[in-house]
């Protein structure tokens, strides 16, 4: 399913506010009707997805709930929708709203937005509440479509993380 933003485009450089802002609804759309394989298209090769544990810049050198580059993006999306994964099974219902988003970087190709998601999860007949900062570098890659770099979702009880998500952030 084309989500408009990823049709090739004869614009370069970097992503409008507004575009940057249209394609991540999308992504947020895109995660609660568990499109998982059109998720793993939003990718440039060498984007890194992560929710770490702890507020720090240093992802690298910290402990993380999940650090995905490629292989593992794929890897994960391939558990998630086999049915092998207890924590997807049965999937939760999701509903996320994205907001509050501030440019912080904008270069040639692309831009950083910093927002903030609320994630309501049902599963169970229980709801759970999953508020989060969140930090979004997307860049234009050179057939014209948007692609993240890097996604960034802090969770804000992140350091006291006691349970399982059974699905991407």
Do not use: C
């Amino acid at each position: 399913m084309s989500i408009g933003l990823q049709e090739k485009s004869e614009v370069s450089g970097a992503p409008t506010f507004d575009e940057a802002i249209a394609f991540i609804w999308a992504e947020a759309d895109m995660l609660d009707r568990v499109d998982y394989k059109s998720w793993l298209e939003l990718w440039t090769e060498t984007g890194k997805y992560i929710v770490p544990v702890e507020r720090t810049s240093n992802y690298v050198d910290t402990l993380n709930i999940v650090y995905d580059d490629q292989e593992m993006r794929h890897a994960r999306v391939k558990r998630l929708l086999s049915g092998f994964s207890m924590s997807a099974a049965p999937p939760a219902r999701t509903v996320r709203t994205v907001s509050r988003f501030i440019v912080e970087a904008r270069d040639d190709r692309g831009v950083t937005l910093r927002g903030a998601q609320m994630l309501a999860e049902y599963k169970y007949e229980h709801m759970r509440f999953l508020p989060a900062d969140t930090r979004y570098r997307i860049v234009r890659a050179d057939d014209g479509t948007l692609r993240f770099e890097e996604k960034i979702v802090t969770l804000i009880n992140a350091d006291d993380f006691q349970f399982g998500i059974g699905y991407l952030l």
